[in-house]
């Protein structure tokens, strides 16, 4: 790997570190309101039930992964966040831009799908009665059921996330988006102005 690679590499990872990924989703109070409000009705709806049950592992995962990348091509696109070369003028590269922005929001996604993952758990192994559950889903009760069932309601409810997303601002999953950045710049008007002072 070429230095000049090697120093795009960590350009990259230092911009989407500076945009703190992991809190994307907080931002986007609709996003993650829909995701919420769709996965607890679907936890208790007796057709995921089966699904989950009768799905392969194999179609759980690409429907995961589908969600996820349904929801950060919807975010991309709904809020023109991928940038041209014009609209970045000579300051940024637009590659490594619009490359940071797929990151940042892959990133805030997975972890706002593995959050809800962890919690639909919870909301199952609480809530669903063993004799109820083996009865409408056609199995016996496992822990591995309750796995099965919150990760297809967390996919499936990511995809209402993703329409969900559209209902935020622009402004605000920007802010959400480029927080580091917007800080970064702040802070250099600020320093530019003292310097003026």
Do not use: C
Not at 141 to 169: K, M, P, Q
């Amino acid at each position: 790997m070429t230095s000049r690679r090697a120093g795009r590499l960590r350009l990259l990872a230092g911009m989407v570190i500076a945009n703190r990924p992991w809190r994307l989703v907080l931002g986007m109070r609709s996003a993650l309101a829909a995701v919420l409000a769709t996965s607890a009705y679907l936890i208790i709806t007796s057709t995921i039930w089966q699904l989950a049950g009768a799905l392969s592992t194999t179609k759980l995962v690409i429907t995961m992964v589908a969600a996820v990348v349904m929801m950060v091509g919807w975010i991309l696109g709904a809020h023109r966040l991928w940038r041209s070369r014009e609209e970045l003028g000579d300051r940024w590269d637009p590659v490594l831009w619009n490359l940071s922005t797929v990151l940042t929001l892959l990133i805030g996604v997975v972890t706002m799908a593995a959050a809800v993952f962890a919690f639909n758990i919870v909301v199952t192994v609480f809530f669903l009665e063993p004799p109820v559950y083996s009865s409408d889903a056609a199995t016996w009760e496992g822990f591995v059921d309750h796995v099965r069932l919150a990760w297809l309601a967390t996919g499936f409810a990511t995809v209402a996330g993703a329409i969900g997303s559209g209902l935020d601002s622009d402004a605000a999953v920007e802010a959400a988006t480029y927080e580091g950045e917007q800080e970064r710049e702040a802070s250099g008007s600020r320093e530019r102005v003292d310097r003026r002072s």
